[in-house]
């Protein structure tokens, strides 16, 4: 008897419905919910074992192998596929001059962020790595919010590395908490206590905050990255708040400080926001905060 190519049907976490259902809403368009992670690496590359160690995450990781379809009753769930192939580029630009070579890598990495998954057919996920000098690469991995979140990026990227050290094996790494346990989490909680909660919590707000004009009509884009630098003054305060508070990340000090700064500015009290516990997979939920 053969394995069924299939290993799973999931449901979907509240936001990945959300996430769902603006990927077909529009299927033409640029779909701002593909992310893109460009890691700069020097020195001598093992581009198979790098190769290597990406497929490994994939059978490592159910939640990597899924692919979003619709039931005829229109239900959304998620298929874990048992074994899917990584999707995977190179490109040698090291023949051209530095400046050449980088421009024509972001070129490339444009290419790859606007081409846009199809949800139903796994992984939402590829990896495009250039070589824009002898021993200089730019790894490019390219994948669908839906998928996975910002949480969860560093730790694959731990264990990506780790299986590269061990020459794309994952065999050292300790089990996976599977992602379909959140789910079941997900499943056993309250939805009317929650929903009676948060409208409790939330009364009095008629309306989002809007932080652009609502009249905008221009087209979609995606987002961009503005970098800035902190003091080591307030890096050093900020771990030193973060210390007093058992369970309080520097993501949630950063996240609640831009929502006083947003209210402050759009003169309103409710701002939401997007964040996220901990494992590996898409457990992004929608945050709201009101000014006391």
């Not at 950063?254 to 006083?260: F, I, K, R, S």
Request: charged share 25%; hydrophobic share 40%.
């Amino acid at each position: 008897m053969t394995d069924s190519a299939l290993v799973g049907v999931w449901p979907l976490s509240p936001l990945q419905e959300g996430l769902l259902f603006h990927a077909v809403y529009d299927e033409e368009g640029i779909d701002v919910y593909v992310e893109q992670m460009i890691t700069g690496l020097e020195g001598k590359l093992d581009s198979a074992v790098l190769r290597a160690s990406w497929q490994a995450l994939l059978d490592r990781h159910e939640s990597l192998r899924a692919g979003f379809q619709r039931r005829a009753s229109g239900a959304p769930v998620q298929l874990i596929m048992r074994r899917v192939t990584l999707p995977w580029r190179e490109e040698d630009l090291s023949g051209l001059d530095a400046d050449v070579a980088r421009a024509e890598s972001e070129r490339l990495g444009i290419e790859e962020r606007e081409r846009r998954f199809d949800l139903a057919v796994p992984p939402l996920l590829r990896v495009l790595l250039v070589k824009v000098g002898p021993d200089e690469y730019r790894m490019m991995v390219t994948l669908h919010h839906i998928l996975l979140d910002g949480w969860s990026l560093p730790v694959l990227m731990r264990e990506l590395w780790t299986c590269y050290e061990a020459g794309g094996s994952a065999h050292g790494l300790p089990p996976v908490t599977p992602y379909r346990e959140y789910l079941a989490w997900l499943a056993r909680q309250n939805k009317e206590e929650a929903m009676a909660a948060w409208r409790k919590t939330l009364a009095g707000a008629d309306e989002p905050t809007l932080v652009a004009p609502a009249e905008y009509n221009g087209t979609l884009a995606h987002s961009a990255m503005v970098s800035g630098r902190a003091s080591k003054e307030l890096d050093q305060a900020l771990r030193d708040l973060t210390r007093r508070f058992h369970g309080l990340t520097l993501n949630t000090v950063v996240q609640a400080a831009w929502a006083l700064v947003v209210g402050k500015l759009t003169g309103r009290r409710d701002r939401s926001r997007s964040g996220w516990g901990s494992r590996s997979g898409s457990g992004v939920s929608t945050w709201r905060c009101r000014r006391c």
